[in-house]
């Protein structure tokens, strides 16, 4: 237990001095790395060395980088906090009806847009304020690195972005020399433990417009794609459809920096055509979706490594309140209701981990 006191101790630290930290699981390991800064925040040359990167939906080279060789670290199991983890009843938490309403309306109006035919998709999205009774760290840290596994997990404090953590199930990209992998992920369906999902045309399409989005623009920056079969993605309470997709870089022409601005904003979380999208999205989302759908995640440039998420199942994190970051992909046959639902079950991935502090 003494990491776990130790960790908690170095993260009450870095919040009462804002120095920025990052704590973090890849998909499948039992291991939690911890990087503490050891300076106050500076500027650092974008992809430098070996760090991480928080970057916001809005990219425009203002990413936010932790510095690996300039804090120190702490890694600890899973296994040394494990415990029982209760979930939740089934109910939501309640939403006003301005809530519901205004992201229907959305919904409408991004259908309007593709009923005249000029953009494909488009993803809305929507940010609820949670209420928290005790903000406790323990707790966070328990409930998030234990509920989910199978996602990238992270907990990210910077003076600039503020507070952040996720349970992120979307790779944007990995890197390795010259071997990339992605992958294209769209459609939401509630998990079923005994009940094989049920795809329909709509979400069967909805993803076949991200793999054709992510193919067309890796086109000019590789030598060889290759796609594996879809299938079902569980990622906490929710499955969605993924397709695989790697190759070969173009051999000295790509970067981990220029690839990230080749894939990034995909049509999962922005839309077709993605510049179309964007412009609805400015203009009818209502308000900043901050680091939501920006991406994250560990790089290593001397090795030229790197493994980054969109930053999907999130949120952040005040004393008194959360606020939680949800949405999802509007086509021809979207239904608002639906869609409205979708949202609410994406939203308990982030309320599981606040289950004691509601």
């Known amino acids: 237990m003494r990491n776990v006191e130790e960790l908690i101790a170095r993260t009450d630290c870095s919040l009462e001095h804002s120095r920025p930290f990052v704590i973090y699981s ?43 060789d300039n804090s120190s670290s702490l890694h600890l199991e899973h296994t040394e906090w494990s415990q029982e983890l209760t979930s939740l009843s089934g109910e939501n938490r309640p939403c006003t009806e301005s809530e519901m309403s205004s992201y229907l309306r959305l919904v409408k109006d991004a259908l309007s847009l593709i009923k005249v035919k000029t953009v494909k998709k488009v993803v809305t999205s929507r940010c609820s304020s949670i209420a928290l009774r005790d903000f406790d760290l323990n707790s966070l840290f328990r409930r998030l690195f234990g509920l989910y596994p199978d996602a990238f997990c992270y ?14 199930p979307e790779l944007l990209v990995q890197t390795d020399g010259q071997e990339f992998h992605t992958m294209a992920l769209a459609g939401t369906k509630p998990y079923e433990q005994y009940l094989p999902a049920n ?26 794609v290759k796609l594996s079969k879809t299938r079902t993605h569980r990622a906490g309470q929710v499955v969605h459809l993924r397709t695989d997709i790697s190759g070969m870089l173009k051999k ?31 203009k009818q989302e209502g308000y900043d979706r901050e680091y939501y759908t920006g991406f994250l995640g560990p790089y290593n440039q001397e090795e030229s490594m790197g493994k980054l998420y969109v930053n999907l199942r999130c949120m952040k994190l005040f004393k008194d309140k959360a606020h939680i970051y949800v949405g999802g992909g509007i086509t021809e046959q979207s239904d608002p209701q639906s869609e409205w639902e979708e949202t609410e079950n994406k939203k308990r991935t982030m309320l599981e981990v606040l289950s004691a502090m509601l």
């Open 26 to 68: 890849e998909v499948g390991s039992k291991t939690i790395q911890a990087y503490f800064s050891e300076d106050n925040p500076s500027e650092i040359e974008p992809f430098s060395g070996r760090g991480f990167v928080f970057a916001p939906y809005q990219y425009d080279n203002n990413a936010l980088f932790l510095n690996f």
């Open 199 to 224: 795809w329909s045309e709509k979400e069967e399409e909805e993803q076949q417009l991200v793999v054709d989005f992510i193919v067309n623009r890796l086109q000019k920056v590789t030598s060889v």
């Open 155 to 168: 907990i990210w404090y910077h003076p600039e972005s503020g507070l952040w953590c996720g349970a992120t």
């Open 252 to 282: 000295n022409k790509t970067t981990l920096g220029s690839l990230v601005r080749t894939l990034h904003p995909t049509s999962a979380v922005c839309g077709m055509p993605r510049k179309l999208s964007s412009n609805f999205l400015e």
